[in-house]
Every structure is written in C-alpha cells, then in structure tokens.
C-alpha cells in the first residue's frame, strides 16, 4: 500500500459528459501528479500540484483541469470528455518532488 | 487487470535464470533514474534507483547500470521468480519532472 487511493476504479462515460476522478493519500506528501498511460507510451504526465491550491501543466493537458483544496486530495476533471481520453489514469505523491512517487491503483475511464 | 502492455517489446526467461531489460533514455543533463515494476491491474512500484554520479547500485537480487555515454540504463534480475513477471519501465528525471520510457514485459517461463 503507497497510501494513496483513487475513485472510482472504473468509469465509462459518454462523449461530452464532464468526469471528475479523485485521488486521496495519506502520506501528508507535497506533491502530487496526475499521468494517463496508453499502449506504447510510456506514463504521460497530465498536471501536478507542489502544494495546496498550487498545481501547473503537463505534458498532456489540453482537456484537464485540476484542483487541489487539501494536501491529501487532488482531482482531476475533464470538463467534456472526447473519445481520445479514453485511458488509464495513474496519480502518484512525493515528498519531495524530484525523488521517487508512489502510484495509486489506477482509473480505467473509457468514453464512448 | 489494465491493458497496459499489448504494444510492449516482451523477454521471456526461465524461471531461476538471470533476466536483463535495457532502457534507452533520452536526456543527456538527465541526473536521476528511476526503475519501475507495474504488475497487471495495478499502479507502478518503484524498484531501484540510481543518480548520475554513480555506474552502479545494487539491490535485494536486482542491480541497475548506468552508461552515460550511450544513454543507456540497464536492470538486471538475479534468479527470476514467476513474482517477477510484470512490465518494467525506467523513468528518468528532466528538468522538474519525470519521462517515462514504455517499458518491457518480463514473462518468467515455469
């Protein structure tokens, strides 16, 4: 167990619905990270949080917003979601930022 | 569990023999790296690590190498056990963040 958790596990969703995925650790860890991974990519980084109510971009962040009210909890939402979002969502915390992350289970979303 | 790895490259070993996946990793100024293990249906689980200041560093039955030179970083399992069967993927650190490469599925063969 990392301490961290994600909700849900599984979601299936239509085009153009908004989804809110959640991620809760327990490490009291400053940062926090959001990464889709899909066949043959390596994990993508979506946003990350270096405090609370102070998050930045990623990579892949067209389509995602995030919020972060509470150390220990950091949300991810796609505000109208599109086919191409279909993936498998990781969050991960560090202490530190530049060291190793602890991974929650993941969140298979698929959108039709 | 996640369909993570149906494009990986695979490596099938025997159970009791070494086993060694490779990572080309792309950032010369990267300093930091880090060897995942991602079983099927669940989040990644850190490994070994290893700083650029360093060739080597040894764990319990795992070993990871480092060549700068070529960008090349290795991870070596001593006595492979069918526990180890999962995707192993190197992370390097750049800049603020981390870049994952796609990894390898390891398939320990009874």
């Known amino acids: 167990d990392a301490g961290i958790t994600q909700s849900p596990r599984h979601k299936v969703t239509e085009t153009g619905t908004p989804v809110t995925l959640r991620c809760h650790q327990t490490?009291?860890?400053?940062?926090m990270y959001w990464y889709r991974q899909d066949p043959g990519h390596g994990l993508r980084l979506i946003h990350y949080?270096?405090?609370?109510?102070?998050?930045d971009k990623g990579e892949v962040s067209d389509g995602y917003s995030v919020s972060r009210s509470k150390t220990e909890d950091f949300l991810l939402t796609l505000e109208s979601a599109t086919s191409s979002q279909t993936s498998v969502y990781f969050c991960?915390?560090?202490?530190?930022?530049?060291?190793?992350?602890?991974f929650g289970p993941g969140t298979r979303l698929t959108v039709l | 569990g996640e369909s993570v790895g149906l494009h990986l490259p695979t490596l099938s070993v025997q159970e009791g023999d070494n086993s060694i996946i490779n990572c080309a990793y792309s950032n010369s100024a990267s300093d930091y790296f880090i060897w995942y293990k991602q079983e099927s249906g669940k989040g990644p689980q850190f490994i070994i690590d290893?700083?650029?200041?360093?060739d080597k560093r040894q764990g319990q039955r795992v070993t990871v190498l480092l060549n700068k030179t070529v960008k090349h970083l290795s991870l070596q399992i001593a006595a492979t056990q069918p526990g180890d069967s999962a995707v192993y993927f190197c992370a390097e650190l750049y800049g603020q963040n981390f870049v994952f490469g796609p990894g390898t599925r390891l398939s320990v063969l009874p």
């Open positions: 490490e009291n860890h400053r940062y």
């Open positions: 290893i700083r650029s200041n360093m």
């Open positions: 991960a915390h560090s202490s530190r930022g530049q060291d190793e992350q602890f």
């Open positions: 949080s270096y405090g609370v109510k102070d998050t």
